[in-house]
């Protein structure tokens, strides 16, 4: 095989077995049998070689060879805040913040916010995030979790040494992203973005306000592009 498959296990000891849809996804799509390498990971940050040595009902048995910390991860923790979206774009943002190293996903409501989300929602996401680590060779999957108020995000987001608020309508960034060091906490709105008076408790709780631009993004592309600015200047893509 020209690249070895990854899958996501919970519970990696010596002799371990896939189930489930990774045993569905790696038997009838990736065509595996006995004798394949492959690469399991659990969410530690490390990722552990194995073989497989044989199918049984509904699962492959396979044996664990070797392990090592993973060094596809971010050196610097990353936190995006996202407002609930419409339809599935909440979906998009967890998968690429996951790809782009994020160490934590927080979705949230908030006053403009005109999405929901529930306990099958909530798992959804987290099934997105497992498989967008697998796909980009993480070993580490961004905790994701929902927040029912800004207060809630306020107070998840207070040990980051830098908190940045991404508001449509501040006149300009009150902290410059060229000069980021440590770990961030990111807020990006929903559809709706945010009220005056958030702003200013996002203020009072130790943010800095920032731009995007000239243009109004849709929240999808803010939550991104934010991501992206902060894990460059962080110099994760030197």
Same mark, same amino acid.
């Given at each position: ?146 927040? *029912?108020? #800004?207060?809630?995000?306020? =107070?998840?987001?207070? %040990?980051? !040494? ?5 508001? $449509? /309508? +501040? ?6 992203? *060229?000069? #980021?060091?440590?770990?961030? =906490?990111?807020?990006? %709105?929903? !559809? ?5 008076? $958030? /702003? +200013? ?28 600015? +902060? ?8």
């Amino acid at each position: 095989m020209a690249t070895t498959r990854r899958f996501f296990v919970e519970n990696i000891g010596r002799e371990t077995l896939l189930t489930g849809e990774a045993y569905r996804h790696a038997k009838n799509v990736l065509r595996l049998r006995a004798g394949d390498e492959i690469v399991l990971f659990d969410g530690s940050g490390r990722e552990y070689t194995a073989v497989i040595n044989a199918e049984q009902k509904g699962a492959l048995a396979c044996t664990v060879t070797g392990s090592a910390p993973s060094e596809k991860e971010c050196k610097t923790p990353v936190a995006l805040f996202c407002g609930a979206l419409k339809g599935d774009k909440t979906e998009w943002v967890v998968q690429k913040a996951t790809e782009l190293g994020v160490s934590e996903i927080g979705v949230f409501e908030s006053r403009y916010c005109s999405a929901f989300m529930n306990e099958n929602k909530l798992a959804r996401l987290q099934k997105v995030a497992r498989e967008a680590a697998q796909q980009c060779l993480r070993a580490t999957v961004p905790a994701v979790r929902f927040y *029912r108020s #800004l207060v809630e995000v306020f =107070a998840a987001a207070a %040990g980051f !040494e830098n908190k940045l608020f991404a508001c $449509e /309508f +501040a006149q300009k960034s009150d902290a410059d992203l *060229r000069a #980021l060091q440590g770990p961030c =906490a990111l807020v990006v %709105g929903s !559809e709706g973005g945010f009220s005056p008076e $958030e /702003f +200013a408790a996002a203020q009072a709780a130790g943010f800095a306000g920032v731009t995007l631009g000239k243009r109004i993004l849709r929240a999808e592309t803010a939550a991104i592009a934010l991501v992206s600015v +902060a894990v460059f200047c962080l110099g994760e893509w030197q």
